[in-house]
């Protein structure tokens, strides 16, 4: 167990439709970070939350927006969802905000689009 | 797009052999990290490498950075079925927009 809790597990859902993932990190890590992971395109970065403020950016589109609160749980919300939408979302956090700190990943949360 | 490289995207080995994975940047790196993502799994951090040419070893695993910081490998001894799974290599890359990329990763499965 890394610590860090994904919910939900799994998400059907479908196109057009609005969802939101959420995470909650490590005790004591103030940095969050949303990843997606499609069969072909590993993992792909989205987003990173370093204690309330966003960090960096990945290739997160526009209808895609993400938050860290107070609590420095985050939340991912995807919406006008299309099918290749479907992936498998991370969220990791970390103690530092960058450079030499390693990410704990949570068990995943499985969106799929119909 | 994509800055750092993985190969093979594959590879399919006889237990008892031994595999490698190889890990690219098109910039230098403060620091290298290896995942592993188990099949249904998430991926957990097994090391980082931090100085050039720094070599660590994790029982039958061995991580290499090389001298330039730009690459970086891990091999793998004799290998078990435990073994099978997703190899990733991660960097902080991105300049002002610094952030932890991840390889395409190697999927690693064994023949027992």
């Known amino acids: 167990d890394s610590g860090v809790t994904q919910t939900p597990k799994h998400l059907i859902t479908a196109t057009g439709q609005r969802v939101t993932l959420r995470c909650s990190p490590r005790?004591?890590?103030?940095?969050v970070y949303w990843y997606q992971q499609s069969l072909d395109q590993g993992l792909q970065f989205l987003i990173q939350?370093?204690?309330?403020?966003?960090?960096a950016k990945g290739n997160i589109l526009e209808r895609f927006s993400a938050q860290q609160f107070p609590d420095l749980h985050s939340e991912l919300n995807l919406s006008s969802l299309e099918l290749g939408d479907s992936a498998l979302y991370f969220c990791a956090s970390s103690v530092g905000g960058g450079g030499r700190t390693e990410a704990f990943f949570g068990q995943g949360t499985r969106l799929t689009v119909v | 797009g994509q800055q750092v490289m993985q190969i093979p995207q594959y590879q399919h080995v006889q237990e008892g052999e031994d595999f490698t994975t190889y890990c690219n940047s098109s910039t230098t790196l403060s620091n290298i990290q290896w995942y592993k993502q188990r099949p249904g799994g998430h991926p957990v951090f097994l090391i980082q490498?931090?100085?050039?040419?720094e070599v660590k070893k994790q029982k039958r695993l061995t991580f290499q950075f090389g001298e330039a910081k730009k690459n970086s490998s891990l091999h793998i001894t004799a290998t078990q079925t435990t073994d099978v799974g997703t190899y990733f290599c991660a960097g902080w890359v991105g300049g002002s927009n610094y952030k932890l990329t991840f390889g395409k990763g190697t999927l690693l499965t064994v023949n027992p």
């Open positions: 005790s004591g890590d103030l940095s």
């Open positions: 939350y370093y204690n309330g403020e966003e960090r």
């Open positions: 490498l931090v100085k050039s040419g």
